[in-house]
T-cell receptor, first 111, second 117 residues
Framework: GIQVEQSPPDLILQEGANSTLRCNFS?????LQWFHQNPWGQLINLFY???GTKQNGRLSATTVATERYSLLYISSSQTTDSGVYFC?????????????FGKGTLLTVNP | GAVVSQHPSRVICKSGTSVKIECRSLDFQATTMFWYRQFPKQSLMLMATSNEGSKATYEQGVEKDKFLINHASLTLSTLTVTSAHPEDSSFYICSARGVRDRYYGYTFGSGTRLTVV
């Protein structure tokens, strides 16, 4: 199956700092999503971005499908940004379009 | 739009009993629903995929007889954990795929934390 690798596994920031999270995947995809999992377990869909660039407030994401990676940028981080960030992909041409998750990046933003 | 409701959010049950978890797509028809399991400090692992009106497809290593999945309509899928044991304690999350997913991706429920005592 498709492999999804996220880096770094852990990241500690001071409030106000910027950060970049990376997601590498091993095959062509037709779906790529970035999620933030809050302390209660809820997965918040940040971006649906199988290719191109999107921005939403302090967050932006870029996927370079031909090179099989995606980046999530967080600017001016806040303590509420803390949590686990997951990248998930669905294999192009795969059956049922199931999402495979990376292991996540645990982000801690200190005041 | 694209809301998925999952109930219950928390359940505690005795060992040997069965527990049913519901996943509903509230404002769209879900052609496919997915069930995931997450252990503490780990990622989400896909358990099974269900399409309305057909049998679920289980991932390798997932016991079909223990985790019964029913996708009776385009808006409802259920996961029943049968004869639950403490090792089944986990966080279970459902996801739904509909026609909007090509624009917004898949939508996830809020999860169910199962504790078997």
């Amino acid at each position: 199956g498709i492999q999804v690798e996220q880096s770094p596994p852990d990241l500690i920031l001071q409030e106000g700092a910027n950060s970049t999270l990376r997601c590498n995947f091993s095959d062509s995809v037709n779906n790529l999503q970035w999620f933030h999992q809050n302390p209660w377990g809820q997965l918040i869909n940040l971006f649906y971005i199988p290719s191109g660039t999107k921005q939403n407030g302090r967050l932006s994401a870029t996927t370079v499908a031909t090179e099989r990676y995606s980046l999530l940028y967080i600017s001016s981080s806040q303590t509420t940004d803390s949590g686990v960030y997951f990248c998930a992909v669905a294999l192009r041409g795969g059956s049922n379009y199931k999402l495979t998750f990376g292991k996540g990046t645990l982000l801690t933003v200190n005041p | 739009g694209a809301v998925v409701s999952q109930h219950p959010s928390r359940v505690i049950c005795k060992s040997g009993t069965s527990v049913k978890i519901e996943c509903r797509s509230l404002d769209f028809q879900a052609t496919t629903m997915f069930w995931y399991r997450q252990f503490p400090k780990q990622s989400l692992m896909l358990m099974a995929t269900s399409n309305e009106g057909s049998k679920a497809t289980y991932e390798q290593g997932v016991e079909k007889d223990k985790f019964l999945i029913n996708h009776a309509s385009l808006t409802l899928s259920t996961l029943t954990v049968t004869s639950a044991h403490p090792e089944d304690s986990s966080f279970y999350i459902c996801s739904a795929r509909g026609v909007r997913d090509r624009y917004y991706g898949y939508t996830f429920g809020s999860g169910t934390r199962l504790t078997v005592v």
